[in-house]
């Protein structure tokens, strides 16, 4: 994914009406999970999506990351930005 649209997600992130807050516990659970999947990876912001799971903005040698965590803190994709 491109850093542009990898912006875009994140703009997304931050519209009033987007994705919902999350729990101290599931922010931390969130982290937990894509550091499992990516030690480098540190992880920013962390919202809920309307269907439960969970989306997490950070960044990996100073590239943006984008992360999708399922409901069960279980699965990852990431997608990562690409040098323009």
Same mark, same amino acid.
């Given at each position: 994914?491109?850093?542009?649209?990898?912006?875009?997600?994140?703009?997304?992130?931050?519209?009033?009406?987007?994705?919902?807050?999350?729990?101290?516990?599931?922010?931390?659970?969130?982290?937990? /999970?894509?550091?499992?999947?990516? #030690? =480098?990876? &540190?992880?920013?912001? +962390?919202? $809920?999506?309307?269907?439960?799971?969970?989306? /997490?903005?950070?960044?990996?040698? #100073? =590239?943006? &990351?984008?992360?999708? +965590?399922? $409901?069960?803190?279980?699965?990852?994709?990431?997608?990562?930005?690409?040098?323009?």
């Amino acid at each position: 994914m491109a850093v542009k649209a990898i912006g875009a997600a994140v703009a997304g992130l931050l519209v009033l009406g987007g994705p919902a807050s999350v729990t101290p516990d599931e922010r931390a659970h969130v982290v937990e /999970a894509v550091q499992r999947a990516d #030690a =480098e990876i &540190v992880i920013r912001a +962390v919202r $809920r999506d309307d269907d439960g799971t969970y989306h /997490a903005l950070g960044s990996k040698s #100073a =590239e943006p &990351v984008l992360a999708y +965590v399922n $409901r069960e803190f279980t699965a990852v994709g990431l997608d990562r930005g690409a040098s323009a």
